[in-house]
């Protein structure tokens, strides 16, 4: 089965940096594309980030770009989130999901991993 372990996250100051992790497995990871969704208290899951299959296009929130880069690892099966100048808005649950570059991504999250971005 599906399975999406995300990790990395924690508490940050504002205009600080993250990484964040999500180590996927139960399906062929550099045949799919992946995405990174956030989660802020009361509001509705939204799409940050998604890179393709290769790795070498992405797609980015207004909200985020030029702040936050999304990487994978093909060999590991790893996608990655870096978040720097991180505000008190990002702060959220983030998940990875397969696939979201095309279209909407498969239905299959995995536990999340909380951001606090607070001084």
């Known amino acids: 089965q599906v399975q999406l372990v995300e990790s990395g996250g924690g508490l940050v100051q504002p205009g600080g940096s993250l990484r964040i992790s999500c180590v996927a497995s139960?399906?062929?990871?550099?045949?799919?594309?992946m995405s990174w969704y956030r989660q802020a208290p009361g509001k509705k899951r939204e799409l940050v980030a998604s890179?393709?299959?290769?790795?070498?296009?992405?797609k980015y929130a207004t909200s985020v770009k030029g702040r936050f880069t999304i990487s994978r690892d093909n060999a590991k099966n790893t996608l990655f989130l870096q978040m720097n100048s991180l505000k008190p808005g990002d702060t959220g649950v983030y998940y990875c999901?397969?696939?979201?570059?095309?279209?909407?991504?498969?239905?299959?999250w995995g536990q999340g991993t909380q951001v606090t971005v607070s001084s």
């Open positions: 890179i393709n299959e290769l790795g070498d296009n992405s």
């Open positions: 139960g399906f062929i990871f550099k045949f799919n594309s």
């Open positions: 999901a397969r696939g979201g570059y095309y279209s909407q991504p498969y239905d299959s």
